[in-house]
């Protein structure tokens, strides 16, 4: 298994940009999560998704962040449009807690720049 | 907000020595989990303690729970270079994980 797949790997942009983060979670896991990772703030839950659906958006900081699941190996996280305090390394992680697991796996992250 | 939160911010030691870090964390929960972070990469689980259980061990590792002071314990034993890394703990929120803020571990060779 790949694991957990993200793309692009590093993002750098000007500020005003619209910016789209790609993630490929671990085929047959059905929870999906994004994350974003900041020095000052941590490691924060954005969104997650459960069987395509998104069930708590509480973390998106602003409604210029969006995330879509079209299916249940593909997601977006979209921030439009972009600006310098958005600048951080954001992970798409996924689980199967079904199965009684509940350990998350992480892909290696995009790291957003936004200049 | 952050639930769990470590304690050290940051620990280095000699490699060969024990690390030891502390998770504390405020709402009830199910089960507690820690994660390692390499420089760069994405969060590795370790281990996950279930409510129920105060102790467990998986190789060098070893994690304690202590529901009544809502606190955690990371044990890493005869630490090496390779152990270097920052290591969050994260407790159940429902399907959610809310991690600390984390401890840095320099393990020096």
């Known amino acids: 298994d790949a694991g957990v797949i993200q793309s692009p790997r590093h993002e750098v942009t000007e500020m005003g940009q619209e910016v789209t983060l790609r993630c490929k979670p671990i085929s047959g896991h059905n929870s999906l999560f994004w994350y974003r990772q900041t020095m000052m703030r941590g490691l924060e839950l954005l969104i997650y998704?459960?069987?395509?659906?998104?069930?708590?958006d509480s973390g998106m900081p602003e409604d210029r962040f969006s995330a879509k699941m079209p299916n249940a190996s593909f997601s977006t996280l979209k921030i439009q449009p972009s600006e310098p305090r958005d600048s951080a390394v954001y992970f798409c992680a996924s689980s199967l807690p079904e199965a009684g697991s509940y350990e998350q796996y992480f892909g290696p992250g995009t790291r957003l720049t936004v200049t | 907000s952050q639930q769990g939160e470590e304690d050290p911010q940051a620990l280095s030691i000699q490699e060969g020595e024990n690390a030891t870090m502390n998770c504390s964390y405020k709402?009830?929960?199910?089960?507690l989990q820690w994660y390692r972070q390499n420089s760069g990469r994405g969060l590795v689980h370790l281990i996950l303690?279930?409510?129920?259980?105060r102790e467990k061990h998986s190789g060098r590792l070893r994690v304690t729970l202590d529901t009544s002071k809502k606190s955690s314990s990371l044990l890493i034993t005869a630490s090496r270079a390779a152990d270097t890394a920052s290591y969050f703990c994260a407790t159940d929120d429902g399907n959610k994980l809310v991690f600390g803020a984390g401890t840095i571990l320099r393990v020096k060779s």
């Open positions: 303690i279930r409510s129920n259980e």
């Open positions: 998704f459960n069987n395509n659906v998104p069930i708590d």
């Open positions: 709402t009830s929960i199910n089960n």
